[in-house]
């Protein structure tokens, strides 16, 4: 079974830098894209940044320039570098990847669990 574990939240102050990785393992044939989201109590869940196989790492427009996508590629991680953390960003990160176990296996998107990140100001 394909797994997905996120890690490296914490807490911190504003302006405060942080970051997580996303490591995907088991029968993995092809992954397409690898992404993070984050979503704060009471908000709904929203995009943050990934990449995909087709493209480079790409982040949210409002996000840019503070937040990062980076990949090791050959160990299935995903990181997402974050600086001058605000408030406005405590939230649980989650990361996900769709990914197929063969070449004949239908595409599923796979969940990891999520992990804090909380700024105080």
């Known amino acids: 079974q394909v797994q997905v574990v996120a890690s490296g939240g914490g807490a911190g102050q504003a302006g405060a830098a942080l970051t997580l990785s996303c490591v995907a393992s088991?029968?993995?044939?092809?992954?397409?894209?690898m992404s993070w989201c984050r979503q704060a109590p009471g908000k709904q869940r929203e995009f943050v940044g990934g990449?995909?196989?087709?493209?480079?790492?790409n982040t949210v427009e409002s996000l840019k320039g503070r937040f990062t996508i980076s990949t090791d590629s050959a160990k299935n991680i995903l990181y997402l570098q974050m600086k001058d953390l605000q408030p406005e960003d405590t939230a649980i990160y989650s990361c996900?990847?769709?990914?197929?176990?063969?070449?004949?296996?239908?595409?599923?998107?796979?969940w990891g669990q999520g992990t804090q990140v909380t700024v105080s100001p």
């Open positions: 996900n990847m769709y990914v197929r176990s063969a070449d004949s296996a239908p595409w599923a998107t796979v």
């Open positions: 088991g029968t993995i044939f092809k992954i397409n894209t």
């Open positions: 990449v995909s196989n087709a493209g480079g790492p």
